[in-house]
């Protein structure tokens, strides 16, 4: 099964492909009904009415936000009989977005399409609608689509092409094992998304609560005298200084990328790409010694801490703590802490102000910081075991959010590998090991 993939477009075969009932078949012959939204103009919405389904409503898993729904007059959906939506439809994107896929569920049961889309109905004696869904969420199937879209800057489809692309199908008791294997590596992925965003949310909350009391336990707060710092209250037992008197900043430059013999060496190289709120224990590129010798860069220590300065994205004002020695670019504050302040300290203290960092960059074409303002910085300066402590309480938050995210893309390889080679019949449902339960976290 595994050997053999599927024919062309128009060389398509309804024979079994083996003993077991596996056998390819185009898309229309498993459909009842391929509609498109015609077009129409002139449509009003409503406060209430027909929910109309639109393309930004399409998630990537497959699903349609029926949240988001608008609603158009039922004397409007009544002109587009074809395209009402009924639970158990398929929904696609066939403009722009195309290839984005949406399951009818019952809360849409009656809805509309509107223009760019498609509406698929399955025919439930041969096709069971969520092992459709994940057909066409496959990267296989999206590779044909795009193969067969015209040449375009805007992708398209059409429906008599759509439903000329062919599929591999089990027998439908087969179909729904497949279905129901991704759908629970999928409900792992979305427990685990959830277990993401509430410790994202914790380590907020910790690093505000530990910056401006300290390691003060929660019923001893009242007890902690208080000061007004440059962002905020802090105790009153805080130094502030200015990180310039308690770091050495400076910065590095790009070597000329089009000198062969500049890249490709064992030199360390961290452009502000790889600084995302991070620890960096490897780099993504690496520069020769003769690079560093032209440029004379400086190979920063462990425990620096780099800043970025440029991006108008996320990127102007993330940070990361170097776990190894590594050279840097122009658009890098690379900030080496003194003995008076702990890395991990300032790393997260850093973290915690990215917001602040960003609205009081200075504005120009390109929004960016520069190393005056990173030196002007003023920094609360508790005693250096007490730094270590509050670094080390965050420590442990992050280290529960890192694991989470890596498992989180454990989980999305295992739903990509398992998505492809069960719905092309390379790999059988006993083959696949599948994620624990959402409530084993």
Not at 42 to 63: C, H, K, N, Q, W
Not at 96 to 115: C, E, F, S, Y
């Amino acid at each position: 099964m595994a050997d053999r993939p599927c024919p062309p477009a128009g060389q398509v075969s309804s024979e079994p492909l083996n003993a077991d009932g596996w056998r390819v078949v185009t898309l229309g012959e498993i459909m009842q009904a391929v509609y498109r939204y015609p077009t129409y103009y002139g449509i009003t919405y409503e406060p209430e009415g027909v929910a109309e389904v639109r393309g930004e409503m399409l998630s990537d898993a497959g699903e349609i936000n029926a949240a988001e729904a608008r609603f158009i007059a039922t004397s409007t959906a009544r002109k587009f009989p074809r395209t009402t939506l009924a639970e158990g439809d398929m929904v696609m994107s066939v403009r722009g977005t195309m290839g984005k896929v949406g399951l009818v569920r019952a809360n849409l049961q009656g809805a509309n399409i509107t223009a760019n889309l498609i509406r698929l109905s399955p025919n439930s004696t041969l096709a069971d609608s969520e092992f459709l869904k994940f057909c066409l969420l496959s990267r296989p199937f999206n590779k044909r689509l795009n193969d067969l879209s015209p040449n375009t800057t805007i992708k398209t489809i059409t429906a008599s092409v759509l439903k000329s692309i062919p599929l591999v199908l089990p027998p439908l008791h087969e179909q729904r094992a497949i279905a129901h294997a991704l759908h629970t590596i999928q409900q792992a992925k979305e427990a685990t998304d959830n277990v993401i965003a509430t410790l994202k949310q914790l380590m907020q909350s910790v690093m505000h609560y530990l910056f401006t009391y300290g390691p003060a336990p929660y019923q001893r707060v009242h007890q902690v005298q208080m000061q007004e710092g440059e962002d905020g209250n802090m105790p009153s037992r805080w130094k502030l200084a200015h990180l310039g008197e308690l770091a050495q900043i400076s910065t590095g430059t790009t070597p000329a990328t089009a000198e062969a013999g500049y890249y490709g060496g064992s030199i360390p190289f961290i452009k502000t790409a790889q600084i995302s709120n991070n620890r960096i224990t490897r780099a993504n590129e690496y520069i020769t010694e003769k690079a560093a010798k032209d440029y004379r860069l400086k190979l920063y220590p462990r425990d620096t801490v780099f800043m970025a300065m440029y991006g108008q994205g996320k990127t102007r004002g993330q940070v990361a703590l170097l776990g190894i020695e590594a050279t840097t670019t122009q658009n890098t504050a690379a900030i080496v802490p003194g003995e008076r302040l702990a890395p991990e300290f300032l790393w997260f203290y850093l973290m915690s102000k990215y917001e602040a960092l960003r609205s009081k960059g200075f504005q120009g074409q390109i929004s960016h910081l520069n190393l005056g303002y990173v030196s002007r910085l003023q920094i609360p300066l508790p005693e250096k075991e007490e730094q270590s402590h509050i670094a080390r309480i965050l420590a442990t938050v992050q280290g529960k959010l890192n694991a989470e995210e890596a498992r989180r893309r454990s989980l999305e390889v295992l739903f990509e590998s398992a998505l492809q080679n069960l719905t092309t019949g390379a790999l059988r449902v006993g083959d696949v090991p599948l994620a624990e339960p959402a409530w084993s976290h």
